[in-house]
Structures are given as C-alpha cells and as structure tokens.
C-alpha cells in the first residue's frame, strides 16, 4: 500500500510476519531519501522494496524493541549500514528479541544489533526536505516512542503541507483504530500508557496516524 500524502512525503506499508506488523517505509518525495520505521521480521523484503523502489535509506527508526517490530534490523542494517535508532529504555527488549521470537514462534529469528542512537523526547529528526519529532510515549514499553511529522517541526516551514490537518503520527504500539497497547507485560505501566495517549492528543489533535498494526485512522 502507498500513500502520497503531498509533493513531499510518501508512505509504504509492508505488513509483515506472524503478527501482521507495519513496517513503513517513509521517503521525501523530491530526494527519495528515506527512513524505515520498525522492520518487522523480514529484512529481506524490505531490502528488495527499498531498492525496487530507489530509495536512499538513511535510518532504522524503532517505535519500540518488541520482537515483531524489530527482527529485520539485522538484514536491513547489513544491506544499507544504516543506524538503527531507540529509546534506552528499551534496550533491554531488542537485547532478548531473539530469544523471545524463537519461543513465541517457534521460528528461527535473526539477532537483533544494538542500537545505534538514542531516541530522547522532543529530539528533531529530518531526512530529505521532511523532519518528525520523537514523542517519548511509555506504558506498553519502557522506551516506545512516538513520531510526529508537522510542518512546526520542518525547517522549510512555509513549504511544508502535509495533510489537510498538517500532521502525521507513526503510533508504534501505543494506540490503535479501535484501542490502545498491551499492558500486561510486567514492564508495562496502564496509567503511564494512558498519560502517554493524552499527551500525544493534545501534541497531535487530529492527525492522521498510522499503528504498529491494523489501518491508518484519524486520532
Ligand atoms: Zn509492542
Ligand atoms: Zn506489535
């Protein structure tokens, strides 16, 4: 699925794996340079997508480190020697990715490599003429995170035109079309997770956000 939003960005959806994850691919329509947010579990096909579609990847953005957002860092960053970004707090998962996908799955899994860089709330990222800002978002993990495309964020601001309501959001885990993200981890925290969706809605009225699973919806 591609979404061209405007003359500037543009999003591929890869639905991948056991667990039906989002993988997106997020380019700047005039440079092609991309980043791709959660890798799912197959590397590969991303890799192919990547190149089929003669982009330039220039990170590995993770929402979080639960194993079906991440196991395809490994095949990615081997293709592309790109730096993988997450929060430290969830260091701790991508660490036991592995192992946990092997259990739940019964799949062999790659590795997981460490992260690169730090995601830190409110840090800029840009790419190509577009820039998001990382929402440090805890409850179902420790270190999900956030992103949110807004032409405030983006140096070029008068060119900037995103959506009709000017902004896009990459939910990872944290919330869903018709609900919010697992707490019954024991790391998990409901009521942060809950402050976190406050949070992201007053940052973010009405933007068009795309989750870790199922269809894009209207925040
Ligand atoms: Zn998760
Ligand atoms: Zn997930």
Redesign the pocket.
Known sequence: MTDKLTDKVQINTLTLGALQTNCYLVNCVKTLDAIIIDPADDGETIVEEVLTRQLHPLAIILT?G?F??VLGCLSVKLAFDIPIYLHPSDNFLIKKAQASAEHWTKLSADPVPPADRQLVDGQIISFGQISFQVIHSPG??PGSCTLLFSPDFNPNHNEANLTTNNQILFA??VIFKDGF??TDFQYSRRGQLFKSIDRIRQLAPNALTYP?HGEPFYL
């Open positions: 979080h639960h079906d957002h179902h993990t990872g885990d993200g697992r870790g």
